[in-house]
């Protein structure tokens, strides 16, 4: 919960998965879920930025230590202060220490161009995120049972935005994608029923990606703000679907139920 005076978090992109998934988030959790999120953000920044290497390290240094705190009830960033009061944190310490150190070799594979190396670590670091945020979701319940699936819908989804956005990939594409729709289509199938209702935000975010992944070979035209709108009604409308579905228990739509 962030505190009088403190900065504010910054907000996630507008349209991207993340976006729909706060917005679907309940407000008991959407602050801490938001932070969780902005993290991801800082991380980013600092990995594409690509400065001095001894740069890089040094900062992701200061997180390792910042996390390390933010357990302790010790944080100084606006980010991790928001975070501070959440009753879960000892049970994402170790996946918020995985998305640094993630970050950290990821600035140094992306400075020596090694794209199999930075396509790993991108995905472990998202895997590591939407595991956090599984756990922030549910109250640290059952940790066993959601960890799994969360961290593919994580991995694939970060996977996903790599190949809408990174043209390096185009050459791996035709491996890539089904890669990343397997992944999703895992997760979202193997999260436990029980925990549907909770892990909403998850399911859209999986979702969203899901719908993604088959625009990467039809995107719409650079400047076409028809286009744009329309996708924004289609991320909404299948975000309210999900969100719907979810809180009768369902799986996403077109996804095979699995036992679990």
């Not at 928001?82 to 970050?103: F, K």
């Not at 950290?104 to 995120?129: F, N, P």
């Amino acid at each position: 919960m962030s505190r009088p005076g403190q900065d504010p978090v910054p907000g996630v992109p507008e349209g991207s998965a993340a976006y729909y998934a706060l917005l679907f988030t309940p407000p008991t959790r959407r602050s801490a879920i938001a932070a969780l999120f902005a993290l991801g953000q800082e991380f980013d920044q600092i990995a594409t930025r690509r400065g001095e290497p001894s740069v890089t390290q040094a900062k992701m240094r200061w997180w390792d230590d910042e996390i390390r705190r933010l357990v302790k009830g010790e944080a100084r960033h606006p980010v991790t202060q928001a975070m501070t009061d959440e009753p879960s944190l000892v049970s994402i310490e170790e996946l918020l220490l995985e998305m640094a150190a993630c970050t950290a070799s990821l600035a140094q594979a992306m400075a020596v161009a090694d794209h199999e190396k930075t396509i790993e670590l991108e995905c472990r670091r998202g895997a590591a995120l939407m595991g956090a945020a599984a756990i922030l979701l549910t109250g640290a319940r059952n940790v066993d049972r959601i960890l799994t699936p969360a961290r593919s819908i994580g991995a694939a989804g970060r996977l996903t935005t790599l190949l809408r956005h990174e043209p390096d990939l185009s050459a791996s594409r035709h491996l890539l994608q089904p890669e990343a729709r397997s992944g999703l289509d895992e997760g979202l199938a193997s999260l436990p029923r029980e925990y549907r209702a909770d892990l909403a935000p998850l399911l859209i975010y999986g979702q969203i990606q899901r719908r993604r992944i088959g625009l990467i070979d039809n995107p719409q035209e650079p400047g076409s703000r028809l286009g744009r709108a329309f996708d924004t009604l289609s991320d909404l409308g299948t975000a309210w679907r999900t969100a719907r579905r979810a809180t009768r228990l369902e799986a996403p739509p077109d996804i095979r139920e699995k036992k679990t």
